[in-house]
Every structure is written in structure tokens, then in C-alpha cells.
């Protein structure tokens, strides 16, 4: 398949020979700091590097001795899934005086460690880059005490550092989406998802405490995902009255008839006027204003605790290689800096322009310039509490444009979790705009049958967390009932159109703009979201729907490799969903820790079959207990699930045995995950308000209608790279593989050489798009990433 053209840069010019490399996780622990270890550890072996873990912290480093380890490639075997650090994380409050970072620098040398992957949050990176500034002042110490040679000087003349964030706050600045915030996001919308059913059985009000010290993310991301009616976080206190305020929303709530009501208050909050807002004050609060029955749930080290997310084992494994590819290239005048992402695209910032940011919002908080505060945080905070005050909070009948324009919204192709969640959006932004909304029930097929209602606001409430489509989804195409479809637009006035879908929607949305030519129906704004598990829709990196999937697939593939615990030596081939498109096989190979992952986009034969059996067999010899292999479902016509189960079976024989196993329909599943459940969201009140400005571009003032037949009003939104984009279907047409449903190129395929790297195969790793030093710029387009998403 067609790979992007770009001028490739191979890291085998980067040896790490000679290197010694060491990795510490410090301060609180955060899911996926493992995954983050293990990419370290054995893309540093990989490269020719000596790699030491230190243990507890920074105290480790202070101690010495048996805290300084050699690591080795087995050592980081059955570590992906483990939540918290193995490796341990202590404060230290030894490390914060000269003497002992003294015997830190000491214990370092001894070693002949000069690089330094530090994962923690700002304390600890803040300290990492002190103890760089006086590397060659304490080994002249050191040498004036006699405790190292004067040649060891010049030797180890220059510390080098980089660090990840390992934090589930998300509180440092400079990058989209710290290791562990993803994870934490799931402990709690697991909690909120189960505390609504009980709350639902008796009419109750439940107050929900976050972590977050200082941050707000956590809360607010939390309150976007589960639609909550009322959030309280640091950033952005509420105005003074806020009491009276919240009492009526939820008032007005229950009165519509919702059963119960949900307020996530964040550990930090507080008034205008400096003073805590707890959760057992809004209790109270609830209790006396409207009598509610009302609870208090501290979620606490809950959020802390668990598996991490397919999102931040993916995240802390690009960041991992990220980090060993940055100490390679670095030199003596290099400042210590941090890897993250943005978007799909490494990065890598100064480590004391990113801690010199965080710092300020404080600052602006405790100087009460709350809204300096909020933009700091960056565009996606900015945006995250935008949307959420856009979706909860109703405005008055009085208050509302009135535009006359109708929207219609429907889902076309297979169901894919955080659907719903966009309709809803789409739907309380639409009617905000001040347009009447419409929903149209299984995609075309219930739109030529006049299958067509209003929906109001309060019709989608409690709509985030369910999975599937509520409207209904089919994958029938316009193009033959094109004419029907015509006569119900002009029936129920509708002058936009949006199409939450996958690969049919795309389908779709090109035959209606065909179709203007026929009929003028169709010459009103219309926009696509991507909404399909298999991630194959061109225009965007990523599609709703598809981390729910991850995720079900990374878990499925936990339990199984667990089941193999205390048995014989076994590899286990799972088959995966996707059509020919392998982003679930390739991206939840790197999420799981598989030896392989057979895709389409990549073609393979007997041959690499052969070799796979081969290397998989020589470390069953020597290390690993069980082996994972993963099969998207149309990579090969001839190379079934059954063949390579067979042939592995047949060529494991007495070192290993088989076992299959199709995940099937389990993909599609499920309640939607958090990161999915707002990328909806937002993307869908971003569309909505293109759709609005689309609608007054082109009403034409004389003949009092919609008339748009121009390209760049039939989009698609996608996410590409850094940014979200709007594009016109017809120029997608063009990079599109009709025949097998999937983008010519396609980002992704860059990830696989890191997935074999880290199964111990000899690859070439295109190092094209690796993270260049930036400035950390204020308001940085994060709204494009994942974590716009987040």
C-alpha cells in the first residue's frame, strides 16, 4: 500500500554504543509509567545502549547500591499491563539539598551514567534539570573528596535529561496529554457510569470528588464524558451566588423529569473569594436549599490505581522511544527538555519553558485572574469548559437565536460507541444556535421512509455514556432512493445535514453532492463526523468510536495472556475487526504487547510467517512464557486465522502450543470509553457551529432559502496531524482506496516498526517525524489532538 513520501532518516545512524542510559519514575505514580519504562529499556538495548533502572525515585539515586540495577530485556517482560511503577517512586527530600545530590551525582558516575529518562511531574522534572545545571560543579566536588578520579571530569563531563510527564492531573503545561490521565479519566466514568443506575433507582442527588490538586481537568473532562449538571473546578471558580444558581439547575432538571442529578467537584475548588468548596459543603448545600436525597462519593487513589488505558500505553510507548531517540541526539548544550505529543506529531520543549508555564498558572490563580488561568491551561481546557457550558446549561426560550433553520442529524454505517454523544452535541448546539433539530431514525434507509421527528433538548439527555446508536444505523447508500430522500428534505424544510458515520457516510456524502446536479435539495450545508471502529475513513487520523475498540480489544488480549499464567509455553493468535484496515491490529498490537500483527497495508508471505514461528520460538527458549499475535480479519485471503493458528501450532511444536481466538462483534461494543465519548462532543459542537456560519453564508435574502453548491460546503471534519480540519469530500476522493475502504496513506503504519522494535525484531524505524525542539508557545493549537478529544 502507498506510504507517505517523505524523506525517510533511519536511527541506525544513532548508535547508543558506549551510552549508559538510566530510567527513574518519581513523585506520585501515574498508569502507563510501565509501558513507559519498558519502551525505554528496550529501544535503549536496541540501539546498543547500557540501561539502569533506579529504583524509588530519586531516593534511589541518593542510596545507591543495590538501587541502581542493570536492566535487561526480560526484565521488562509482563509490565505493560501493570498499573502504578514497578520500578517504585518516593518523594525525596534528601535530593532537594546539595549533599545529597552530591551522592546522587556519585552513584551515577560509579555506574557511568550520564543520560537521564526522568518520568514524573514538575517537581520532579524541576529537580532533574537543577541536577543538570550543577553536574560538573558536584564532580569537582567529587573530586577534591577523593571520591572520583580527576579524568572522570572530562569523561562524564555533561548530564543529559529528558523527561515525561507521569501524571494524572494533566497539569503540565507545554503538553496535550501527561501518561496516566487517560487511565484516571476511566476509573471515574467507570464509577459515574455504575453511581447513575443506583442514583436513577432512587431519585438521587450524588456529589462526586476528584483528584487533580491544583487542576481542574480531571473534573471537567469527567463532567463533558458523563453530562453532568454542575462542575466546581480551580481554574474557573463560580460567580458569587453560584449556591442559588446551581440549586436551580438542578431543580429545573428534575422537573423535566430526570431521576437524578450528578455534581463532580474538583479536590482544589474554591469561591471568588479564596475559600474551599468541598463535597461535603455542595451536600449540604443540596440537602438544605431543595431537599434532595443526596450522597458524597471521594473517589480518592481509585483514580490512581488499575490497568492503564490502550491510550496511555500507546502514549507512553511512542513517548518511550521518543525519549531514548532525544538523549541520542543530544549534546553538551542541549537544555533538558520533555517529549509529549500534539496531535499525532512528537514533540519535544524545553523542560523549564513547560515548568516556567505551569508556574504561572498558579499564579494567575492566586492572583485571582482566573480567565489568565484558564487560557495557560491551553485551548483544549478553554475549549473543554466551553462545550461543557454550552451542553449543560439550557439557555431561556427568550435568550435563543431564532435562525428558522432546520438540521437534520442521522447515523449511517455499523454502530460505533460515542455516537450518541455526538448527537447529543449536535443537537443541544444546534438548538442553542437557534435552529430546530432534527433526527432522522436508521440513516437513509429511515430517511427515504420519512422516518424524521424533531428532537429537543431534553430528548438526548443521559445520551454520553450509552453505546451504539440510538437513532439507529444502517449502511444503505442515497444513490438509489435518491429521489425519496429529495421529497422528505423539501417535506420537512431541512437546510443541513449531519452525517455521523464511517466509511458509508463518506460514500454517502460524496453521492449527495453528485446529486446537486439533479436536485437542489441537496445545495445546503452538509458535514460528515468519522465515526467507525476501524478507523479507515480518509480526512482524519482518528475516528469516534475507535479508542472503545482499543481498548476492548487490549483488555480481551490481558485476560488471555493471563489465562497462559502458570502453564506451558503458549502463543495465542487473535483475530481483529477492521475490514482491510489494520489500525486496530497494528495499534492494539503496540497496547498489548503482541509479537506480531498481520495487516493488509503491509503484504507478507509464507516466508514471514516462517521467520515470526522462528523468532518467537528462540525467546520461548530463553525467556517469555506466552506469546501474542494479532490478525486483522482481511489481510490475507489465502493466511486465515485458521491457517496461521495451524502453522504455528505445527511449527511450536515441543517448545510451544496454539491457541485462537476471534474477538468478533465484542469490538463494537460496550459503553463508550472517555476519550471517545468527547471527541464526539467536541467535534460535533465544532461541526455544528460551521453549520451555522455555512447556513448565513449562503441564505439567500431575495428567494428567503439555503442554496450552497459550492465544494468547500460538503465537508468532512477530521483530525489530522495538529489540527482539526474541515475538508470538501469531493478532494478526498483522491486519496481513497474505494475497493478496499481505506485511506491511500495512512499515519499510523509509522507505528508498526516500534511495536516489532519492542518484540526484540531487527526493523528500520523512519525517525522522519520525530519530536524537533520547540518553544512552548501560549494557547498552542492543542484542539486538534487527542486530547481535543480530551
Request: hydrophobic fraction near 40%; aromatic fraction near 6%; charged fraction near 25%.
Amino acid at each position: 500500500m502507498a506510504q507517505p513520501d517523505t524523506k525517510k532518516i533511519f536511527f541506525e545512524n544513532l548508535s547508543g554504543a558506549g551510552k549508559a542510559i538510566a530510567v527513574l519514575t518519581s513523585g506520585g505514580d501515574a498508569q502507563g509509567m510501565n509501558a513507559a519504562v519498558r519502551a525505554v529499556v528496550r529501544m535503549g538495548l536496541y540501539v546498543g545502549a547500557k540501561v539502569y533502572f533506579i529504583h524509588e525515585g530519586y531516593q534511589g539515586m541518593v542510596d545507591g547500591g543495590e538501587n541502581i540495577k542493570e536492566a535487561t530485556w526480560e526484565s521488562v517482560s509482563s509490565m505493560l499491563q501493570v498499573g502504578g511503577t514497578v520500578i517504585g517512586s518516593a518523594r525525596c527530600k534528601e535530593f532537594r539539598s546539595h549533599e545529597g545530590r552530591l551522592k546522587a551525582a556519585h552513584n551515577l558516575v560509579l555506574q557511568g551514567i550520564t543520560n537521564l529518562c526522568v518520568i514524573g511531574g514538575d517537581g520532579s522534572l524541576t529537580g532533574a534539570n537543577l541536577f543538570k545545571e550543577e553536574w560538573s560543579g558536584l564532580l569537582t566536588e567529587l573530586v577534591e573528596q577523593d571520591l572520583i578520579e580527576a579524568d572522570a571530569v572530562q569523561k562524564y563531563s555533561a548530564l543529559h535529561i529528558v523527561g515525561m510527564v507521569g501524571s494524572i492531573d494533566n497539569d503540565f503545561c507545554g503538553t496535550d496529554m501527561t501518561i496516566g490521565t487517560d487511565s484516571a479519566l476511566h476509573r471515574i466514568i467507570e464509577v459515574v457510569d455504575a453511581i447513575m443506575t443506583t442514583a436513577q433507582s432512587h431519585q438521587r442527588t450524588f456529589v462526586l470528588e476528584v483528584m487533580g490538586r491544583h487542576c481542574g481537568y480531571l473534573a471537567l473532562v469527567s463532567a463533558l464524558a458523563c453530562g453532568a449538571d454542575w462542575v466546581l473546578i480551580p481554574e474557573m471558580p463560580p460567580e458569587d451566588g453560584w449556591e442559588d444558581k446551581m440549586c436551580q439547575k438542578l431543580s429545573a432538571t428534575r422537573s423535566r423529569g430526570t431521576r437524578l442529578n450528578i455534581i463532580i467537584v474538583a479536590e482544589g475548588s474554591i469561591d471568588r473569594h479564596g475559600k474551599p468548596i468541598t463535597s461535603g459543603l455542595v451536600k449540604d448545600l443540596v440537602v438544605k436549599c431543595l431537599g434532595f436525597d443526596t450522597r458524597v462519593t471521594i473517589l480518592g487513589h481509585v483514580q490512581r490505581g488499575g490497568t492503564p488505558s490502550a491510550f496511555d500505553r500507546i502514549l507512553a510507548s511512542r513517548m518511550g522511544v521518543e525519549a531514548v531517540l532525544a538523549l541520542l541526539e543530544t549534546t553538551a548544550n542541549t537544555p533538558a527538555c520533555v517529549v509529549s505529543l500534539c496531535g499525532n506529531q512528537s514533540v519535544r520543549l524545553p523542560l523549564m519553558e513547560c515548568v516556567q508555564m505551569t508556574q504561572e498558572v498558579q499564579r494567575a490563580m492566586d492572583g485571582k485572574r482566573f480567565e489568565e488561568a484558564v487560557k495557560l491551561r491551553g485551548r483544549s481546557f478553554e475549549n473543554n469548559l466551553k462545550t461543557y457550558k454550552l451542553l449543560a446549561h439550557r439557555k431561556p426560550e427568550t435568550e435563543l437565536p431564532t435562525s428558522n433553520f432546520n438540521v437534520a442529524v442521522l447515523n449511517v454505517g455499523a454502530p460505533a460507541a460515542g455516537m450518541n454523544a455526538a448527537v447529543r452535541s449536535a443537537v443541544r448546539v444546534g438548538i442553542s444556535e437557534g435552529h430546530k433539530m432534527f433526527a432522522v431514525s436508521d440513516g437513509f434507509e429511515g430517511f427515504y421512509k420519512g422516518q424524521i421527528k424533531e428532537i429537543k433538548w431534553a430528548d438526548v439527555g443521559g445520551w454520553t455514556g450509552q453505546g451504539g446508536s440510538l437513532l439507529g444505523t444502517k449502511r444503505t447508500l442515497p444513490a438509489k432512493h435518491v429521489e425519496k430522500i429529495a421529497e422528505q428534505m423539501r417535506e420537512n424544510n431541512i437546510n443541513a445535514l449531519l452525517i455521523v458515520g464511517g466509511f458509508e457516510a463518506f460514500e454517502s456524502l460524496l453521492q449527495l453532492y453528485e446529486a446537486r446536479a439533479t436536485y437542489e435539495e441537496f445545495c445546503i450545508p452538509m458535514c460528515m463526523l468519522p465515526a467507525t471502529i476501524s478507523n479507515n475513513v480518509p480526512g482524519t487520523d482518528l475516528s469516534i468510536g475507535a479508542d472503545t475498540a482499543l481498548n476492548a480489544i487490549v483488555e480481551t488480549c490481558d485476560r488471555i495472556k493471563q489465562s497462559a499464567s502458570g502453564t506451558k509455553r503458549r502463543v495465542f493468535i487473535i483475530e481483529t475487526m477492521g475490514g482491510y484496515c489494520g489500525y486496530l491490529a497494528s495499534v492494539g498490537g503496540l497496547a498489548a504487547g503482541a509479537d506480531a500483527a498481520y495487516i493488509y497495508e503491509e503484504p507478507f508471505d509464507i516466508k514471514d510467517l516462517q521467520a515470526n514461528v522462528e523468532h518467537l520460538t528462540e525467546k520461548m527458549k530463553t525467556s517469555i512464557q506466552r506469546g501474542l499475535v494479532l490478525r486483522n480479519e482481511n489481510c490475507n485471503e489465502n493466511y486465515t486465522t485458521d491457517f496461521i493458528y495451524q502453522l504455528y501450532s505445527e511449527e511450536g511444536r515441543g517448545v510451544f502450543d496454539s491457541r485462537k481466538n476471534v474477538l468478533g462483534h465484542m469490538q463494537q461494543g460496550g459503553a463508550p470509553s472517555p476519550f471517545d465519548r468527547n471527541f464526539g462532543t467536541k467535534i460535533s459542537a465544532k461541526a455544528m457551529q460551521w453549520v451555522t456560519k455555512k447556513l448565513v453564508e449562503s441564505f439567500r435574502q431575495d428567494e428567503g432559502r439555503v442554496f450552497a453548491n459550492t465544494e468547500d460546503s460538503c465537508c468532512l471534519l477530521g483530525m489530522r496531524r495538529r489540527a482539526l480540519v474541515f475538508q470538501p469530500v469531493v478532494q478526498l476522493k483522491g486519496e481513497t482506496d474505494f475497493v478496499h475502504r481505506i485511506p491511500k496513506e495512512q499515519w499510523w503504519l509509522k507505528l508498526r516498526p516500534l511495536m516489532k522494535i519492542l518484540a526484540k525484531y531487527k526493523t528500520s524505524y523512519d525517525v522522519s517525524d520525530s519530536g524537533q525542539l520547540e518553544h512552548v508557545v501560549r494557547n498552542r493549537p492543542k484542539e486538534s489532538d487527542a486530547s481535543v478529544a480530551l
